[in-house]
T-cell receptor
Framework: GDSVTQTEGLVTLTEGLPVMLNCTYQTIYSNPFLFWYVHYLNESPRLLLKSSTDNKRTEHQGFHATLHKSSSSFHLQKSSAQLSDSALYYCALSDALFNTGNYKYVFGAGTRLKVIA | EAAVTQSPRNKVTVTGGNVTLSCRQTNSHNYMYWYRQDTGHGLRLIHYSYGAGNLQIGDVPDGYKATRTTQEDFFLLLELASPSQTSLYFC???????????FGSGTRLLVI
């Protein structure tokens, strides 16, 4: 079945350093949708980025990611980490079967980013 | 404002107890989902639905039942709660394929 693999566990960065959280996926679909969700403590997870277009950079709130179908990757990047970026980040893949009603995401295990001063 | 509302926010029950978690969405979305979030496992899908009366089995369904009574309301039922079901539960809704999830604020369940 489909799967998503993320950078494992906890990533600790000093403020101002670049952020890179890895996400690779496996799917039988040629046109998957990939997503990054961010989950701040005591809040609901919310969408950060999404893409279904190969080799196109997608940006939001200082973060960016590019879907590369050739390498099945959708890494999340930011040029300079801020303390407020500390959160749990999920990469997700849409697992859709057309016209069957069977639409759901496959989530990675999540990467916790901790930014320190 | 479109939203997903979960209740209760926190719940404590004893082993073998009966628990119902509620979720209501005002997004006019067809799809609704129940996930559990555990450290090291991320978000794992329990059950989901694409409309009133429909139910699809997720990846970790054992010990859980669900019911979608209306387009707005999706319930998760634990009929014989066990300590292994202690977790943070999220409900979410979405529209069509490729669209975003809207998550609720979560229900923290403790089974003692």
């Amino acid at each position: 079945g489909d799967s998503v693999t993320q950078t494992e566990g906890l990533v600790t960065l000093t403020e101002g350093l670049p952020v890179m959280l890895n996400c690779t996926y496996q799917t039988i679909y040629s046109n998957p949708f990939l997503f990054w969700y961010v989950h701040y403590l005591n809040e609901s997870p919310r969408l950060l980025l999404k893409s279904s277009t190969d080799n196109k950079r997608t940006e939001h709130q200082g973060f960016h990611a590019t879907l590369h179908k050739s390498s099945s990757s959708f890494h999340l990047q930011k040029s300079s980490a801020q303390l407020s970026d500390s959160a749990l980040y999920y990469c997700a893949l849409s697992d859709a079967l057309f016209n069957t009603g069977n639409y759901k995401y496959v989530f990675g295990a999540g990467t916790r980013l901790k930014v320190i001063a | 404002e479109a939203a997903v509302t979960q209740s209760p926010r926190n719940k404590v029950t004893v082993t073998g107890g009966n628990v119902t978690l509620s979720c209501r969405q005002t997004n006019s979305h067809n799809y609704m989902y129940w996930y559990r979030q555990d450290t090291g496992h991320g978000l794992r899908l329990i059950h989901y639905s694409y409309g009133a009366g429909n139910l699809q089995i997720g990846d970790v369904p054992d010990g859980y039942k669900a019911t979608r009574t209306t387009q707005e309301d999706f319930f998760l039922l634990l009929e014989l709660a066990s300590p292994s079901q202690t977790s943070l539960y999220f409900c979410a809704s979405s529209g069509t394929e490729g669209s975003d999830y809207t998550f609720g604020s979560g229900t923290r369940l403790l089974v003692i």
